[in-house]
């Protein structure tokens, strides 16, 4: 799997990685019981501080998708994926409304926010 960071993106670079991760679970490219790499591994692979990837550990360990086990490392955990889809789902959902949101404060119409979205696709 390979991460890939946008040092001035939108989100911060833990939530980076975190949702790369996930995207890879659900997608398949990571599987149950596999081995991720140490913190300090993917740190030095994908350029960022050892807190940066700790943190993102953490918050997939605090979701129930990767699990410590001590002095072997980072394993990702058996998972329910249709939730973690779903959960996906909801996020995008939440988002999409508050650019459709800002989108009408910005003067735009229905129609003019349609043709946006289809020109991204």
């Known amino acids: 799997m390979q991460i890939i960071i946008e040092p001035h993106g939108t989100y911060a670079i ?38 940066t990837t700790k943190r993102a550990y953490e918050e997939l360990e605090k979701e129930g998708l990767i ?28 988002r999409f409304t508050e650019v459709i949101e800002l989108a009408k404060q910005a003067g735009l119409s229905d129609d003019e926010i349609r043709a946006m979205v289809g020109g991204l696709l």
């Not at 596999?34 to 350029?47: M, N, Q």
């Open 14 to 51: 833990y939530e980076q990685i975190v949702n790369q991760m996930k995207n890879a679970i659900v997608s398949g490219e990571l599987t149950a019981n596999e081995a991720l790499p140490s913190i300090r591994g993917l740190a030095a692979e994908i350029g960022v501080s050892v807190i």
């Open 67 to 94: 699990r410590s086990v001590a002095n072997k490392g980072f394993y990702v955990c058996e998972y329910n994926t249709d939730y973690l889809h779903e959960k996906q789902l909801m996020q995008l959902e939440k």
